[in-house]
């Protein structure tokens, strides 16, 4: 049990490279959402705005310094806002690919309970 943290953080840091660096060298066929959709509206707002490389850039280095094991708690804090979203982008915009949002999800949490210092000091009030 006690190795169930350094393991999410793997597969997460993993994840995050993968698809991070799909983005530019496209090894994983990604299919569009559907045409008209909110979801398709949403996408090409932040692809053609440039919003979506910046989260890529983002996920690429958290994705990092997971497999690193060095600055874990900023990577788990750069990386949780952009486990939200996609999250909300599934069950709220595409209603679907609910599996991957829901491990992604459970992968962060468990990586995040590795770290219950550096919740309690992000939760402390001051």
Same mark, same amino acid.
């Given at each position: ?9 793997? =597969? *997460?840091?993993?994840?995050?490279? #993968?698809?991070? /660096?799909?983005?530019? $060298?496209?090894? %994983?066929? +990604? ?33 990092? =310094? *997971?497999?690193?094991?060095?600055? #874990?708690?900023? /990577?788990?804090?750069? $990386?949780?806002? %952009?486990? +939200? ?42």
């Amino acid at each position: 049990m006690k190795y169930i943290p350094t393991v999410a953080r793997y =597969l *997460l840091g993993l994840i995050f490279v #993968v698809f991070a /660096a799909n983005m530019w $060298l496209k090894f %994983i066929p +990604v299919p569009p959402p559907e045409e008209g959709s909110l979801a398709a509206g949403f996408m090409g707002a932040i692809y053609m705005s440039g919003f979506l490389t910046v989260v890529k850039v983002l996920e690429l280095l958290g994705g990092i =310094l *997971l497999l690193s094991g060095r600055f #874990v708690n900023l /990577a788990l804090a750069v $990386l949780g806002p %952009i486990v +939200v979203v996609i999250g909300l982008y599934h069950f709220l915009l595409v209603k679907g690919g609910y599996p991957m949002a829901i491990v992604l999800g459970l992968l962060a949490l468990a990586a995040l309970s590795g770290r219950r210092g550096f919740v309690k000091e992000l939760l402390a009030q001051k």
